[in-house]
Every structure is written in structure tokens, then in C-alpha cells.
């Protein structure tokens, strides 16, 4: 059987339901030779996976998912393969960022329930488990409440960018963010960029993102289908990127999305994972 990897999922200590040893179980399970974690802008749940990893046959990498703007565009950023020494550094760098996304929440959920709608700052908290939570906790709140009929519905409506409640805060640049990953000898991957980006938008972002070190793209991905996929191949190799691929896992957050073959119409090569490795100095 062709092994794979996945290069990108998230646990709970960011907006995934499952744990770090949990993720680490379920790929065992499903027969995934490498997981990458990638919680956004946090490295907390990393100790908990590299410790399940040494009881597992899953290959671990550590890694974090940077949320990053470009042209007013928000950028997914993704770091592979930071050393353990250098985790705290990932803190230290997103403190700020942290700060803005804590105070962007608030009055988020402020405008929300001066707009009459039944949602507090504290059943954000409840349900998240830290103050430090994004939209996808709030949208769970609202659907488990019934004020929306999915999380999906409550990102498209309610929690838009645009529709009065959401003020993003202000947000790190993607090209800062790729130069701390390759500061500290990590790889530096732009996650699912035709999510955020048209084609030609990405093909004017990518001269800029190489320029500050970017080593690859994602060009498998849960929701790419066939065209997309081709066509993310096809500027990687225009633009001598390396390629990265993952499931964007978030446990029961995302339903439909399966871990290491995202709606079963994914397979990341195991060569992947070779390659992102060969861009930083983890040994």
C-alpha cells in the first residue's frame, strides 16, 4: 500500500476537538506513516503529540499555523519542523497578535449580544476551554444554541467579514511570518492559497513570498478539486516551490472532513513529508 502523510490538522488547543495523542491515535488507526500538527498561532499542544508520537509508528512533525495578512488578504501561513528548543519562540512572536485576536473576540461576541443575539464571552470560554479561541468557537456556540443551523451557516452569515460583527484584528504579515519559520531553520509552507486567493493574486503574492523564503504550497488539499489541484501543481513548479498537502482536519468542528483523506478524495504522497523535512534542519 502507497504511504501518505498529512501535513496539516489542528487539536484542541486550537479549534479541533480532538487531542494531540488523540490525532496521534486515530492516524495509527487509519494507517498514516506522518501527521503534522498545525494548531493556528499556538505551539501548546506540541509536547503532548512528539510524546505520543515516541509510543507510535506515526511520524510527528511539529508544527503551527500562522494567520498572516497580504494586500488585506488573510494568508494561512504553515511552519513545519520547528526544534523543540525554539517552541517558546513561536509564543513570543504571536504574543501581540495574540493580544489583538483576544480584544477582536470580545467585541465580537459584545456586538453580537447588543444585536439581541443569546451569546456570552463566558459560553465562548465554556466551550473553548481558554479565552484564547477564534470564530469557529463562537460559531460553534451560536449553533449549539440554535441561533444558526450549522457552523458553516454561521461563518456565511453572522460572523462574516463585512456584516457588522466582525472586526478582524490587525494581523502579522505573511512575509514577517515566513522569515521568523526560516529564522529558526523550520519550512515555510502557504496553506490551501486558493481558498483566500484568486490565480492571479497568487501568482503576484508568490515572487514576495519567496523573496522573505517561502519553500512550498500546498497543492493537495481536502476541498481543491481536480482543476485546482493542477493548477497549485503547476505554479509550484513555476515557481521551483516544493509541494505540502493535509487534510485540515478539526475533528467533529468539521465533520465532513476525515483525517489524512479529507472528504475521501485525498492522498498526500509520504514524499511530501520528505521533502518539507529537507527545507529545515530537523534531524
Avoid at 55 to 60: C, E, K
Avoid at 122 to 129: I, S
Avoid at 216 to 239: G, N, Q, R, S, W
Wanted: negative net charge; aromatic residues 10%.
Amino acid at each position: 500500500m502507497e504511504k501518505i502523510c498529512d501535513l496539516h490538522c489542528h487539536s484542541t488547543f486550537s479549534d479541533g476537538t480532538k487531542t494531540p495523542a488523540e490525532l496521534v491515535a486515530l492516524a495509527e488507526q487509519k494507517g498514516i506513516s506522518a501527521l503534522a500538527l498545525t494548531d493556528h498561532n499556538t505551539s501548546g499542544g506540541l509536547k503532548d503529540f512528539m510524546e505520543a508520537g515516541k509510543n507510535s509508528s506515526v511520524i510527528t512533525v511539529p508544527g503551527c499555523e500562522f494567520t498572516t495578512e497580504w494586500n488585506g488578504k488573510e494568508i494561512h501561513v504553515v511552519g513545519l519542523f520547528f526544534k523543540e528548543e525554539y517552541w517558546p519562540e513561536i509564543t513570543d512572536f504571536l504574543e501581540l497578535s495574540q493580544i489583538a485576536k483576544v480584544n477582536s473576540n470580545r467585541l465580537l461576541i459584545k456586538n453580537l449580544a447588543g444585536a439581541g443575539y443569546d451569546i456570552s464571552f463566558e459560553d465562548v470560554v465554556e466551550l473553548a476551554g481558554s479565552e484564547e479561541f477564534n470564530r469557529a468557537h463562537v460559531a460553534r456556540v451560536l449553533f449549539k444554541k440554535g441561533i444558526v443551523g450549522s457552523v458553516q451557516e454561521a461563518f456565511d452569515t453572522l460572523l462574516k467579514k463585512g456584516n457588522g460583527f466582525y472586526i478582524p484584528a490587525k494581523r502579522i504579515t505573511s512575509a514577517a511570518a515566513i522569515r521568523f519559520i526560516k529564522t529558526y531553520e523550520a519550512t515555510a509552507i502557504i496553506a490551501h492559497p486558493y481558498l483566500s486567493l484568486k490565480p492571479d493574486e497568487v501568482r503576484e503574492f508568490l515572487p514576495q513570498a519567496k523573496e522573505a523564503g517561502l519553500d512550498a504550497i500546498e497543492t493537495h488539499y481536502t476541498t481543491y478539486d481536480e482543476e485546482t489541484t493542477k493548477l497549485a501543481i503547476a505554479v509550484a513548479e513555476e515557481f521551483g516551490l516544493k509541494q505540502s498537502g493535509g487534510s485540515d482536519f478539526h475533528g467533529e468542528a468539521k465533520p465532513d472532513i476525515d483525517l489524512g483523506v479529507g472528504r475521501g478524495n485525498l492522498r498526500v504522497p509520504y514524499q511530501f513529508y520528505e521533502d518539507m523535512r529537507s527545507c529545515s534542519c530537523f534531524r
